[in-house]
């Protein structure tokens, strides 16, 4: 069957620290992925859009990664704060929908 | 000030009551899409439009229904149908109509069946 995953365990990170989020697919063969940010009770903020064929996109302190072999998409945030502290999401655009991960909680401590 | 609004922020369904969910945006985008959003679950479609007078269903439609009337404008009814509405509503806008448009979200609506 066709799965999006997300760690559904909160991840806790020290400020300044690196966080690493994963979303890992099966059986798709996505053209495009798009990870978004939300705070409690608030709707989704888009993040960042990578293509099948890039490797890798970044925006100020946030990477994404995409590897399309490991069927896994990696976003970091760099010099972490904690107002970087919210639930990420990633989405799969894969023929002509957009699949979405439950999302990973992220918490940056001071 | 460009953006999708939705209201209310809160609502609150009596067993058998239809209910009807606002979302306006002025963004001039064609695309607009409504899901539904659970806990632990991913993002939901329920349906979409990519014109004005125009929608399809999404992937859990039976028991909602919308209208497009306006480009602006795309409200989500929730009938009595829907067995278990209770759940974080959110609309969406996109310029690209197609799966890989960056979504613009609203901020939600938290429907409660009591």
């Known amino acids: 069957s066709q799965k999006i995953e997300q760690n559904s365990e909160a991840l806790n990170i020290q400020e300044g620290k690196t966080a690493t989020l994963t979303c890992n697919y099966t059986?798709?063969?996505?053209?495009?992925l798009q990870w978004y940010r939300q705070d409690p009770g608030r709707g989704p903020v888009f993040l960042l859009l990578?293509?099948?064929n890039e490797k890798e996109k970044r925006k100020e302190r946030l990477k994404v990664t995409f590897d399309t072999t490991l069927k896994q998409s990696l976003f970091h945030i760099t010099a972490s704060q904690p107002a970087d502290s919210a639930t990420y999401l990633c989405?799969?655009?894969?023929?002509?929908?957009?699949?979405w991960g439950a999302g990973t909680k992220l918490i940056i401590k001071p | 000030d460009g953006g999708i609004t939705q209201s209310p922020k809160y609502l609150f369904r009596k067993e058998g009551q239809n209910v009807t969910l606002s979302c306006e945006q002025n963004?001039?985008?064609?695309?607009m899409y409504w899901y539904r959003q659970d806990p632990g679950q991913g993002l939901r479609l329920i349906y979409y439009?990519?014109?004005?007078?125009?929608?399809q269903k999404g992937d859990i439609a039976e028991g909602y229904s919308v209208s497009r009337e306006k480009k602006e404008s795309f409200p989500l009814t929730v009938t009595s149908a829907q067995k278990n509405p209770t759940a974080f509503y959110l609309c969406?806008?996109?310029?690209?109509?197609?799966?890989?448009?960056?979504?613009?979200f609203g901020p939600g609506t938290r429907l409660t069946v009591l």
């Open positions: 969406a806008s996109s310029i690209d109509p197609t799966s890989s448009g960056r979504k613009f």
């Open positions: 963004l001039n985008h064609d695309a």
């Open positions: 439009s990519q014109i004005v007078n125009d929608f």
């Open positions: 059986n798709y063969s996505p053209a495009y």
């Open positions: 990578i293509r099948e």
């Open positions: 989405a799969l655009a894969s023929n002509y929908q957009l699949i």
